[in-house]
């Protein structure tokens, strides 16, 4: 059974720091790349950041580059996202995804609340 599992979401004061985890189970996630996605309310689903499946090229969204670090242990099976200096802009539910070209395996999503 594929499962992707996210956790480490919550709610954090602007400036705060959040460590997402994305746990995985039922399928080769050595060989996928891994990736961060969020959707605001009233928004489209966007991507935040992806990393290759050696995690030797990773991507990042203009709007987190230099404050978001995605990173993945393929002996855990798991991806990371380290989430620094967030801004309430942030605040949405993020999902990691897993596919070869594009996502095809999707978690169900943890929620990110960026607030004073």
């Known amino acids: 059974q594929v499962q992707l599992v996210e956790s480490g979401g919550g709610l954090v004061q602007p400036g705060g720091s959040l460590r997402l985890s994305c746990a995985t189970s039922?399928?080769?996630?050595?060989?996928?790349?891994g990736s961060w996605y969020r959707q605001a309310p009233g928004k489209e689903r966007e991507l935040v950041a992806s990393i290759t499946n050696t995690g030797d090229i990773t991507n990042y969204a203009r709007s987190v580059k230099g404050r978001f670090t995605i990173s993945r242990d393929n002996a855990k099976n798991t991806v990371y996202l380290q989430m620094n200096s967030l801004k309430p802009e942030d605040t949405a539910v993020y999902y990691c995804?897993?596919?070869?070209?594009?996502?095809?395996?999707w978690g169900q999503g943890t929620q990110v609340t960026v607030s004073s």
């Open positions: 039922g399928f080769t996630f050595s060989t996928y790349t």
């Open positions: 995804a897993a596919g070869k070209k594009v996502p095809v395996l």
